[in-house]
Every structure is written in structure tokens, then in C-alpha cells.
């Protein structure tokens, strides 16, 4: 008997329910079919895109795939598994608030049930966009979401550690005005160390993503549960970790003309 595939409001179902469930969950990041069914085997509840692994597996930088580009990934991915899918759509592919809500509807279009949106600029100059901006950007992908059909999962981005900003006083600030704004999900790439994190949770009242994959800034799931965190994404650390992987098993046929690497670990 063949079971149905999961429909988009199904999706967003699970999506939602992992964010109100006791304890936190990692949803990890994919970057091309293979790499979404196989973490769909391995028993992840869900998946996120990677925007720097998608620029780098086709040979560009994080930042420079255009939204066309980036909606045809959603897509790819978002049929590839039965799970539910959040696409890191960058800063929404312009500054303006419309340029955001325009980017929701069409990655709701391509498949996802969720998406991130930034505050850093990509236009030169100040590397974080104003702070009133930035909330009104907030506001109309949040505004855009909740007239879509099937609920989409808004996570609300501040990148100033990101860029070298360093402030936590002012990423809680614009955390609690983008919860405000009406966020579902809030996050800090880059928080420097558990006490941060554990600000930051006790700073707002909605689930807390975590971005692991930094050597030195990534803890466990216990400890960062423990902090307060709910979801914990990989960014492109696993893709990091594949490719290294390939290379040193290159450079072993390179260098010794053997194929150890082919024996179980």
C-alpha cells in the first residue's frame, strides 16, 4: 500500500509542532537532493536550506545566488524528502519591506513552509540595516505569511556578530522588536559564548534558533536546550565536513595510490 505524500499544510503542521514541543530539535541543513534524503534517513524531523552551501556547491560565494536561483533550490529541496523545509532566504533580496514580503509568498510558492529573513544589508555601507528598517522589514514578511493559504514559519534574523558587530545589548533589541513584529522564530547567528545564548533566550518569550558549526561558538544540544534554545540549524558545516572528507580521501589516492578511506569506519 502506497502512503500519501505529505501535503504543504501537513508540512507546516510538523514544522510548527517541532517549535512547540517540549526540548529542542535540530533541523538540519541540505544543499542538494542526495544530502536531503539522506538526513531524511537519518531521522531528522526536518530540513533548512544553506545559502552559503548552495552558493559554494555551484561554485559562487554565500550572497551572490539571485532569488530565482535561490527559489528553484526551495524547490529541488522541498521535493526531494517528505519532510518540511525552511529556506534561508538571506536578507529578501532587497531592502525594502515589499522586497521581503515578495520573497515569502514566492518561496511559499516554491515549497518551503518556512524562511528566515536578515537584517544585514547588501548594498555596501553599514554592514546591519537601521534599526526601524529593519523591524518594518520584519513586520510585512510576517504580514506576507499570514495571508498565504498554509501557515509559514517566519524566523526573524540579526546578523551583527554576524558582521562583526558586537553588541549584544542591541541584537536582544532588535530580537524583542522583531517578536514584536511577529516573528515566529528568532535568531543570532554567532553568539559568542553560553551566557549569550542564555541571554537571549531569557530575553524574548519565542523558540530560540541556535547556528552551530563554528569551531569554539558550538555547544551541545543538552547545553543549548538547557540555555533555552529550541531549534538548532548546522548552516553549511555539514557540507563543510562532506567536502573535506572527499578531499582527504583524494588526496590519500594522490599521494599513497590507496583506498583506505573505502574501509568501515
Known sequence: MTTASP??????????????????????????????RM???????????????AAEAIGRRDGQLTRDETLAHIRLLAGATSLPLSADLGNGFGHRPEDCALTIRLAAEAGAV??????????????????DLAVERVAAA?????????????????????HGVNDLEDTIRRLQAFERAGADV???????????????????SRPVNFMAGIPGRSFSVRE???????????????????????????????DHGTFGYLDPR
Open 186 to 204: 528568532l535568531f543570532a547567528p554567532l553568539l559568542p559564548d553560553l551566557a549569550a545564548v542564555r541571554r537571549v533566550c531569557a530575553s524574548v
Open 39 to 53: 538526513l531524511e534517513a537519518a531521522g531528522f524531523p526536518a530540513l533548512a536550506t544553506s545559502s552559503a552551501a
Open 7 to 36: 501535503t504543504a499544510a501537513d508540512k507546516s503542521a510538523a514544522l510548527f509542532a517541532l517549535h512547540q514541543r517540549p526540548g529542542p530539535f535540530v533541523i538540519a541543513n541540505a544543499w542538494d537532493i542526495a544530502s536531503a
Open 114 to 131: 518556512g524562511g528566515s529573513i536578515e537584517d544585514a544589508s547588501s548594498e555596501g555601507g553599514a554592514p546591519i540595516l537601521d534599526f
Open 142 to 162: 510576517v504580514e506576507a505569511a499570514r495571508a498565504l493559504p498554509v501557515p509559514f514559519l517566519v524566523t526573524a534574523r540579526s546578523e551583527n556578530f554576524l
Open 224 to 254: 543549548l536546550g538547557e540555555a533555552g534554545v529550541k531549534r538548532v540549524s548546522l548552516a553549511m558545516s555539514l557540507f563543510r565536513h562532506a567536502m573535506k572528507a572527499a578531499r582527504l580521501a583524494a588526496e590519500e589516492i594522490r
